[in-house]
């Protein structure tokens, strides 16, 4: 029988690391070669800019732990190659309280940071911004559907039995004046429309299962619930078109609930909300 020596043992463990290496190297290409970026998309809220602040510092802060914990690794490993004699040391409570502390200490720090971050996005002040919009959007297996207030910045009452999936998917209640210039707009066929220079109230709810809006370039990413509304604020700065995906697995047509939002000047804004005022609306059932 062969016995396995110190020599099979070091070649299996630089064939595994090459094999590592490459898979990693493969990664990183594909990714790159797919997304035609190698880092996060560009930012196009000013909303969310402290978000990709507190990411690339905790990339940053994970690297150093990575590379002092695997030294420290590596260096045991060498350690014990010259010396196999086992040493055993019982305790050391000074070691043990520092690394305590600063786990604690830089922890501690992200949460307060990550909370300061998350209200900004979901209970902003009153001052926050001095052009502001809402929309209302409802997603539905599988496509969203979205609402705007109209020109007279009014939301319409909506009963349940106005609903008509071809003609007033949202039930807006026509004897209600507020409702009449009310916009809805099928994000299967055409995008979702912002203002650019503007505090978007985005009010999420879901008709079905729960989904959950996805703007990467805007940073944003909340789910929709059945039963409830959950609201939260963008503010985009770049007019364009940006993807909208559904990151909460809805059912089995999830990998198809994709759409687009276009963030428009502040003229064409007030153009389309003119042009479009009253369109109640037309969505598949």
């Known amino acids: 029988m062969h016995q396995v020596t110190e020599r099979d043992n070091r070649r299996a463990g630089a064939i595994m ?46 690297g150093i732990v990575f590379v002092l914990t695997q030294g420290a690794l590596a260096w045991f490993v060498w ?36 909370y300061q971050i998350w209200l900004s996005l979901h209970a902003p002040t009153a001052a926050a911004a001095e052009k502001t919009a809402v929309v209302e959007v409802w997603g539905q297996q599988f496509f969203w559907t979205a609402r705007y207030p109209g020109p007279d910045g009014q939301f319409g009452k909506t009963d349940p039995q106005y609903v008509d999936f071809q003609k007033n998917p949202f039930g807006i209640d ?17 995008p979702i429309v912002v203002p ?28 929709a619930v059945p039963g409830q509304v959950n609201e939260v604020y963008v503010e985009p700065t770049e007019p364009g078109t940006y993807e909208i995906a559904c990151a909460e697995l809805c059912g089995v047509g999830h990998f198809a609930m994709r759409g687009e939002l276009q963030v428009v000047s502040e003229a064409d804004w007030q153009a389309w909300l003119q042009e479009r005022a009253g369109e109640h609306g037309g969505t598949a059932q």
Do not use: C
Not at 46 to 60: C, G, K, R, W
Not at 98 to 112: D, G, K, S
Not at 215 to 223: A, E
């Open 17 to 62: 690391t090459l094999l590592v290496g490459l898979v990693l190297v493969a990664g990183v290409a594909s990714t790159v070669y797919a997304t035609k970026r190698w880092w996060l998309p560009p930012l196009v809220s000013a909303a969310a800019a402290p978000i990709d602040h507190m990411f690339n510092l905790l990339m940053v802060t994970i």
């Open 79 to 114: 350690q014990a190659a010259r010396n196999p004699r086992a040493l055993y040391w019982h305790e050391n409570r000074r070691l043990e309280t520092t690394w305590t502390v600063v786990t604690a200490v830089v922890l501690t720090a992200f949460i307060v940071m990550g």
């Open 174 to 190: 026509p004897n209600d004046p507020a409702g009449r210039d009310d916009i809805v707009v099928d994000g299967s066929k055409e």
């Open 196 to 223: 650019a220079g503007y505090r978007v109230t985005v009010r999420l709810a879901s008709r079905d299962v729960i989904h959950s809006f996805f703007v990467p370039s805007l940073r944003v990413k909340m789910d």
